[in-house]
């Protein structure tokens, strides 16, 4: 009895093309996109619960420092990934005109932008 040829495994396919490794390191940066919502979540709880100032030395911490540093990086390239995806995925038509891609990845980074921006504002301003 014969068994089917299976081809021995790469564990580096996608380091083969530029496309397939941004591909793959965007889904990696999920984990870490993930720990910002987990930090951010820390914080609500540290912030409701009174332990403000437990949180804040646990983040003044070096090594979460750079954990979040990292994070900040990974989550702003997932989040420019992902907007410019959005013409790939989604078909947007006005009156039988199709929207070209560059306004589509355009108004996404726009919107970015003004809800930056905004967010910014609120946070920096001295009360």
Do not use: C
Request: glycine share 4%; proline share 5%.
């Amino acid at each position: 009895m014969t068994s089917a040829y299976r081809p021995p495994r790469d564990a580096f396919w996608f380091a083969r093309t530029r496309t397939y490794t941004l591909f793959v390191l965007r889904e990696l940066t999920s984990v870490l996109v993930a720990w910002t919502i987990v930090f951010l979540l820390m914080l609500v709880g540290a912030l409701l619960g009174g332990t403000f100032r437990d949180f804040t030395a646990l983040a003044a911490q070096p090594w979460m420092i750079a954990l979040n540093v990292v994070a900040l990086v990974a989550t702003a390239f997932h989040a420019v990934t992902f907007l410019n995806l959005a013409p790939k995925a989604t078909v947007v038509r006005l009156d039988g005109w199709r929207v070209p891609a560059w306004m589509i990845q355009g108004g996404n980074h726009s919107a970015w932008l003004a809800l930056s921006v905004l967010i910014a504002y609120f946070i920096m301003r001295s009360p």
